[in-house]
C-alpha cells in the first residue's frame, strides 16, 4: 500500500499497537418509508494487536453491524474506523475489496465452504481471489491445515467432514492471508457444546500463537471464558 | 477462473442438461449452415465456374437464362464496347437424362450448357457430341463413356470428362458446343428454339472492373442486364431466397441460445448466492466471480460444439452422395461456434447484474 | 391457489416477463407454421386448386409442371385410354410480364378445359383470347380485375376478368389463359420457337373408373407417362418436401425449447423461495399444495402467453409476405396450445419434485446449508 495516498498516515503511529480502532462509529439504515434506523450509535473500541474480544448482545442489536464495519464489508455512516493502522473509513468499494483480501479473515456462523472443493482448496481460494502468489500459497495451506490438525483430510470434500473439522477448515482460510483481525461470527452456533468447546480452544490457541486479534461474536455466555474480553451490546450500544 | 473449471470437472452432472441443449443446438447451427452453404453451391457453382468476369442477359429477362435472348446483333455491339477483351455465348437446358442400366423412370437431372469459353474445370469445349459432366452425376451411375439420353427425344451426348463444382439450382452439369446444345434444345424444347448464332447469354472477359465494364455494356446496348460473375451467382431464383431464410432460422436458433444459457446460468448464479457472498466478503471481485461464470458457460459450448462437429462429420459422411446437399466446412463449423460462445456470453451477462447486487454482508450474520 | 396468485402478483415483472417470452415463442411458432402453409400453398396451390382430378406428365419433367412436355404420340396413347374421360392440355412457362410500374417473374398457365381454377373469387372465368384468371394473392401487385398485364418481351397484352384463391405456382403471380392465348404468348416471346408442345395434360376418369385407377391405368401404358391424381402431384412436386422438411426442424426446435424456458424458470423461482417453501411446510402446508399451486402458476403463465402470442400473431397473420398469402391457421392454433401446454406443464414438474423433497425440519436449523 502506497502511504502518500492515505490521508490518515497521521494516525499510523498513534494506532500502531492496536488491531481495531472503532471511533465514535455510527452506522444509520435509511428504510424504505424514510425513516432512520440507528443500528449502531457512537460506538467506540478498540482492539489490542493479539487479544481476543468477545461481542455479546441479543439478535437485532448490531452485532453484525459492528462486525461488518470492522470487517470492511460496510461503511459507517459516521466516526473513524482503523484496522491494523489502516484508516479505512472513506474507502471505496474497489478499496474495501483489496482490504479485506489482505488485512482481515472471517469465519462465518454457517460454515459456507466451497462445497465442490477440497478442504486444501478452500484454503487456496483466498489466494485464488486475491495475491495469486502460487507456491507459496499452497505451502501456507499445508502448513495451516496441519497445524489444525487436518493433514489428513486435505484432499477431501467439505461433504466428507464431520461439522467440527469444517469450523477448522474454515478457521484455516480465514487465517491464510495473514490477517491482522479474525472475525468470527457465532462460529459455534451450528455445533454441540463438547465440539463448540472444542472450536473455541482451537481458535484461542491458533490467535494467540499468532498473536492475532480476533472479535468473536456470539450470544453464548459460555464462550466469553475463552476470550480476553467481553463487550456487551444492545440497541447498537456498546458496553464494556 | 481456475475454481469454476474445477466445479465443471467435480460436478458434471450439474452441466450435462445446459451441454445436452446446447449440443442439440450447436447441432442444429451446424447443419442450419452446412446445409445453407450445400445449397448455395449446388445452385451456383454453373455460374460460379464461368471463366469470365461479366454474363450478360436481355433485359427482360430478370437475370434467367431460360428467358433471356442475345441476338448476333447484341453481340456485335457488346464486342466493340472499349474494355472487352472476349465473349463467348452461354445456352442452358434442364433435361431428365437415361442413364444405360438405370430404371426407365429413373432419371438424372442434368442441366446442359452449350458454351465457347470452357468454364473452369473443363480443359477445352468439347467436340459436338460430347460432354464434360458435374462430378456429382457419377451417383447416377455416369462415368466416362457413359451414353446419356437427353429429354423426351433422347439425344445422346457421350461423357468424356469430369469437372467439379458445377451443379446448377441443384442439379448437374453438362458441358457442350454450342451447336450440341443448340440441337438438344430444339428436340426436347421446340417452344424455346433459338436460332443459329442467338445465345441466352453471352460471358465477357474484360480487361476493367467488373461492375463498371457491365455498366458500360449495359449502356451501349440499352437492352441487356449484365452482372459480375458473383452477382449473377446470387441473382439465381432461390438464393437469395435460402440465404435470408436459412440466416433468419440461424439467428432464431443463436437468440434461443442465449436464452437457454442465460436461464441456466442465471439458476446456477441463483443457487449460489450465499457462496457468492462468502467469496465476496473474503474480497473476490465481481468481475473475477462473473470471469468463472464466463469460463464455465464457454468450456460448456466448446464441449457442445465439438461433439456437435463430430456429429455433424459423422453424419456428412453417412449420407450417400446425390442425397442432401450438405456441405460440411471447417469454415462453418468455425464460425458456429464462434457464434455460439458469443452466444453463450451473452447469455451470462444476465446474470451479471444478479452477482453485482449480491452484498458480501449478507455472510455475516445469515439467519440472524 | 390463493398462494399461487398472490405470489404472482407480487412479482409482476418476472412472471410478466416469462409471458412474454412464451408469448414471443408462440408468435414465432405460429407466425413460422402460416409462413410454410403459405409458401406450400403459392408453390403448389396452382395444381391442387385447378379442375382436372388427374394430372399426367412426362417421366422426363420429373414432377415439375414447366419441365414436363407432352409428345403428340404420348398424347395420343392418352386419349385413346379406356380409362380416361375427357384430356385437356395444359400448358406452362415463366414469363417476364409487366404489371402496374413492375415487371415480375409470372407462371401463365394455358387450359383447353381442365385445368382452370375449380372456383373463382370473383369475376368471370375468360371467354375472349387474351383474357385471363389471376390469383387473389397477387391483386395488389398490379393484377386485379381489369388490370392489363404485358408478357415481355413480345408486348403480348392479357386483360384479367376473373381472381381464385390460393392458385399460385412458383411463389410468385400465376396467370391462367385460354390454351390458344398461351401459344400466342409463347410465340410473341421467342419468333423462333416452333409450336410450343402441352406441359402436362388433365384428365378426367372415365365413368367407373377412380382416379387411382385412371393414374394406375395411365402409367402401365408407357414408362415415359406419370399420371398422378391431383393431390400427389402438388405434395411430390419439387421442393415441397424439402420445404416441409426444412419447417419440421425449425418446429422440433421450438417445441424443445419452450419446455426448457418454463422448465428452467420455475426451477430457478423455487430456488429462490426454497426458505418460503420450506417455512409453508413446516406451518403445514401439505406438499401437495405446494406443487398444486406451481403446476397452477405454469398453466397461467402458458395459458396467458400463449393468449398473447395468439393475439400478436392474429393481425400478422391477415398479411401478405411478399407473393405469399399468410392466413390464420385455427388448427395449428389449437394443435400448439395442448402441446405446449402438455410440454410448458410437464416441463415444470420438475421444479415441483424439488418442492416435494423439502424437508420442513430445514426451517428450525437454517435453509439451503
Redesign the interface.
Known sequence: MNTADDPTQNHQTATAEQALVLDDVRKVYRMGDGHEVVALDRARLSVGSDEIVALVGPSGSGKTTLCSIAGGILSATSGRVIVGGRDITDYSERQLTAFRQDMVGFVFQSVNLVPFLTARENLLVVDEMGKRTGAAARRRADQLLDELGLGDRARNLPSQLSGGQRQRVAIGRALMNEPELVLFDEPTSALDTQLGEQVMEIIRTEMKSRQTAAIVVTHDERITQYCDRTVHITDGVLEA | MRFALRELRRRPGRFATATVILTLIAILLMFLGSLLDGLIRSSTGAIRAQDGDVLVYSDASRASLARSLIDPGVRAEIESVPGVVDTGGVGLVQLGARVPGAGERDLAAVALFGVEIPPAGVPEVPPPGQVYADEVLRSDGIAIGTELLLGPARSPVEVIGFVTDTSFIGQGALWSDAATWREVLEQNRPGARVGDEVFQALLVRGDTDADGLAASIDTATGSTESLSITDAANALPGVEEQQGTFNQIIGVTLVIAVVVIGLFFALITVERTALYGVLKALGAHTSTLFAGLVAQAAVVTLIAAVIAAGALIALDAAIPPGGLPLDVTPERIIVSTVLLLIAAIAGCAFSLRRILKIDPASAIGSGS | MFLALREMHRAKVRFGLLIV?IALLVF?ILFQQSLQNGLLTSFVGGIRNQSAPVLVY?????RFIQ?S?I?PD?EAEVRASGAVDEVSRIGQ????VAAGAE?F?TSIVGYESLGAPERLSAGRAPNAPGEAIGADADIDQGFAIGDVVTV??GGATLTIVGVATDVQLNAGPTLFVDYATYLEV?AS??P??????PSVLGVSPAPGFSAADTTAALNALS??L?ALIRAEAADLAPGVDQIRQ?FQ??FA?YA??VP??TG??F??IT??KAAALTLLRALGAPARRLVSSLLFQAVLIVGGGYALGTALYYPVSQQRLGGIALRFETASVLGWAIALMVLGVGSSLIAARRVLRIDPVDATT?V??
Open positions: 417470452a414465432l412426362s417421366t422426363d419433367g420429373q419441365g412436355i409428345t404420348l412457362g415463366t414469363f417476364t415487371t417473374d415481355i418481351p409463347v416471346v421467342n423462333d420457337a416452333q409450336t410450343a408442345l414408362p415415359d406419370d426444412s426442424i425449425i426446435l424443445i425449447v426448457c424456458v428452467l424458470f426451477l430457478i430456488f429462490q437454517g439451503g446449508q
